[in-house]
């Protein structure tokens, strides 16, 4: 992967400090997995290496997404990436179970403190694999230099294929460190599609996310503040444009479609989608959006993907 995306999405010691510029380079996973039959069960899928953590409706694939935006449960309450091994073991055609060790929240080959972390969790496959939940609990130390106070992140993702053509997933998330004195955040994301034939697919998103510490949710303008500060726990030159959204709870809604025209080989996998987003603070003391003088805001996004 290479853009200016990369600055959000590095694990810290693997290709983080390779420029200061806008664009930059990044492998987001590079693992090997194998697949161990298990009498009695379907097998286990077991993987090791940099991985996409497994939690969210959303990946940083876009590819995988309904939208060009991602959801604040994406950015703000769930690892982009770990390091380590992750096993899954289908019990039988129904249940999953998950379990894992890595160097912690978006950590790769450089740790930021002496802890390891774990995830585990379980996956249900119902109505013929019409509905699908899993949930996942990452948990262990990640704040720079500190070994003793613990970071709880905990995704539920439901899908639900009502119809042929109608589906909706459901993203519940809660977030949690000690480090801030039971100061939380997260959750829910609701989105539904609609495929009103094989060409164009309608969808919405709305989500609410509460960050009571005014920890979770930031923005980082310089290229590799990001890494400076979330990730190495660096001081930096104070950069105004660094800023957190304070006590808030945030609403986002995003409207959009998804067009795959009927074109022929190698084009037959375009999607074209475009969306509109609306952002609001619903806690009325705070202005979070452009640069702490609005209270809402609306983005207008397109992207363009070829799947082949």
């Known amino acids: 992967m ?10 810290l010691g693997f290709l983080d400090t390779t420029s200061d510029y806008i664009l930059q380079p990044d492998f987001p996973e590079v693992f090997a997995s194998v697949h161990i039959p298990i009498p009695g069960t379907n097998g286990m899928d077991v993987k090791g290496g940099k991985y996409e953590d497994p939690m969210s409706a959303e990946t940083l694939e876009p ?36 379990a894992g060790i890595n160097r912690g929240e978006n950590v790769s ?9 774990f995830e585990g969790g379980i996956g249900l496959n119902l109505m013929g694999r019409n509905l699908t ?5 990452h948990f262990g130390p990640e704040n720079p230099g500190n070994n003793h106070d613990y970071r709880y992140l905990n995704d539920i993702t439901t899908t639900w294929k009502i ?5 909706s997933i459901t993203d519940m998330n809660l977030v949690v460190d000690n480090s801030l ?24 998103r709305t989500e609410i996310f509460r960050d009571s510490g005014g920890f979770y949710v930031a923005q980082f303008r310089a290229n590799n503040d990001y890494l400076h500060i979330s990730l190495q726990g660096r001081a930096v030159p104070f950069d105004p444009s660094n800023l957190g959204g304070g006590d808030t709870t945030y609403l986002e809604i995003t409207w959009g479609v ?10 037959a996998g375009l999607l074209i989608r475009p969306e509109v987003r609306f952002d609001r603070a619903l806690t009325s003391q ?7 003088t609005r209270r809402s805001q609306v983005t207008i996004g397109l992207d363009a993907v070829v799947k082949f």
């Open 2 to 11: 290479y853009g200016s995306d990369t600055r959000y999405s590095k694990a």
């Open 63 to 98: 590819g995988t997404n309904v939208f060009y935006t991602h959801s604040y449960i994406y950015n703000f309450g769930v690892p982009e990436s770990d390091t380590g091994g992750l096993a899954r073991l289908h019990v039988d055609s129904y249940v999953d179970l998950y």
């Open 109 to 117: 080959l450089a740790d930021n403190n002496a802890s390891i972390a």
């Open 133 to 137: 939940t899993v949930a996942l609990a």
């Open 163 to 167: 119809t042929q053509e109608f589906t």
């Open 181 to 204: 004195g039971g100061k939380w955040g997260g959750g829910v994301a609701q989105y539904f599609t609609y495929a009103l034939n094989s060409c164009l697919q309608l969808g919405l």
């Open 258 to 267: 998804t067009l795959q025209p009927p074109l022929p080989k190698p084009f």
């Open 286 to 292: 705070f202005a979070p959006f452009d640069q702490n």
